[in-house]
């Protein structure tokens, strides 16, 4: 390796602002190289944009870091059994449980509620009893085990045997056998409802001194059950009313040539396909297959099979092509041709340059 590296990276160009392999090559060992050579070069005079590459548009937010972040803390917890797992997954799914109360399922079920005990066995100082019966305060025994939780439970009209379960008996467990093999009205949004309004009934009183009676905290979880139910069922009927308003159609074929375009990626490599029917009276076609190794995503992979036709159409001298592909992403940018400003995708602005610098707009 020489001592003194190039400053910018157009110092690795020649007069023609293409790279210089020999001046890769030398500043470079090989495989650097290829992968320097695999990035795309923009020949244009627009100014160089730092793009976040977790956004569609290439902007920084503070949404986008926190998930990456939460992926990478989340990484190192403890791996969730497959029961759970299908708990929360369904919990997430139910329309028929308020966000909130989801939420507090998903703490529910990934042992993350403060309970006393759990409290206890992190901070000794703290009181591991239960504020109503004294009775060590697992999240078992809070929601199902305490007289005043069995009580409630029985008031709300949903009778199963909770003794049937031993003390170390998973949580998920015994949420999913209470599901399946209680009375038929109790569901899983009426279980965490249920649960939910136990849980602020114990902090009530547990930090205000604030006393509610089992039938009171049974009220109170039939009004939210029923309340949110009417809810959901009319924004499912605006849902439904907006998602036909708001169908992608189709538009209108015109006659001429029909351009059918696809892409697969997959580790590196991209797989193209694209259909020219001249006449589709008559199905007088031609089929071009392709590979390549310059897309990074399923998405630039779509972008090539449009440049490939594009420059197909022109090699062969085609006129009035009409090109359908299935990537709304590419169809939309294709329909606005602002590339720059509005590529669709941040990682589609180089692709995009390539294509408006061979390829005349009014074909695109």
């Known amino acids: 390796m020489p001592s003194q590296l190039p400053v910018k990276v157009a110092d690795l160009w020649n007069n023609e602002k293409e790279r210089d392999n ?41 949404k986008s870091a926190y998930r990456e972040f939460y992926k990478r803390d989340n990484q190192n917890l403890q791996q969730v059994d497959s029961q759970t797992l299908a708990l929360i997954k369904a919990t997430w799914k139910d329309k028929n449980i308020p ?20 409290l206890n066995q992190r901070i000794s100082d703290i009181p591991a009893a239960c504020c109503r019966c004294g009775t060590p305060e697992s999240d078992l025994h809070l929601f199902f085990l305490c007289p005043f939780s069995r009580l409630t439970w029985m008031i709300s009209g949903y009778h199963f045997d909770i003794d049937r379960f031993q003390a170390s008996s998973r949580l998920s467990l015994i949420i999913a056998f209470t599901v399946n093999n209680g009375p038929s009205r109790i569901n899983l949004s009426n279980l965490f409802i249920i649960m939910w309004q136990l849980w602020k009934a114990r902090n009530g009183f547990k930090f205000q001194g604030t006393f509610k009676e089992p039938s009171q905290v049974s009220y109170l979880a039939d009004a939210l059950i029923s309340s949110f139910s009417q809810i959901s069922s009319q924004f499912a009927l605006q849902d439904n009313e907006q998602s036909e308003a708001g169908t992608r159609r189709m538009d209108t074929i015109p006659n ?97 340059t390539q294509i408006t610098s061979s390829v005349p707009i009014d074909r695109i």
Not at 29 to 54: H, N, Y
Request: charged share 20%; aromatic share 12%.
């Open 256 to 352: 001429g040539i029909r351009c059918y375009l696809d892409a697969a990626w997959d580790n590196g490599q991209t797989g193209i396909g694209i259909f020219f029917f001249h006449n589709p009276q008559n199905h007088n076609a031609m089929f071009i297959q392709a590979c390549s190794n310059k897309a990074h995503s399923a998405l630039q992979a779509e972008l090539l099979a449009l440049q490939l036709s594009l420059e197909t159409d022109m090699c062969l001298n085609f006129s009035g092509v009409t090109y359908l592909s299935d990537n709304t992403t590419i169809a939309d940018t294709a329909k606005k041709k602002n590339f720059m400003d509005d590529p669709g995708h941040w990682s589609l602005r180089p692709f995009w």
């Open 99 to 118: 966000p909130k109360v989801k939420v507090f399922a998903w703490r529910f079920l990934r042992e993350a509620l403060p309970s006393s005990l759990t």
């Open 22 to 62: 020999l001046k890769l090559n030398s500043q470079f060992e090989e495989e650097a190289v290829q992968k320097i050579l695999q990035i795309p070069l923009m020949q244009d005079t627009s100014s160089d944009k730092l793009c976040w590459r977790f956004t569609k548009n290439g902007e920084c937010n503070s």
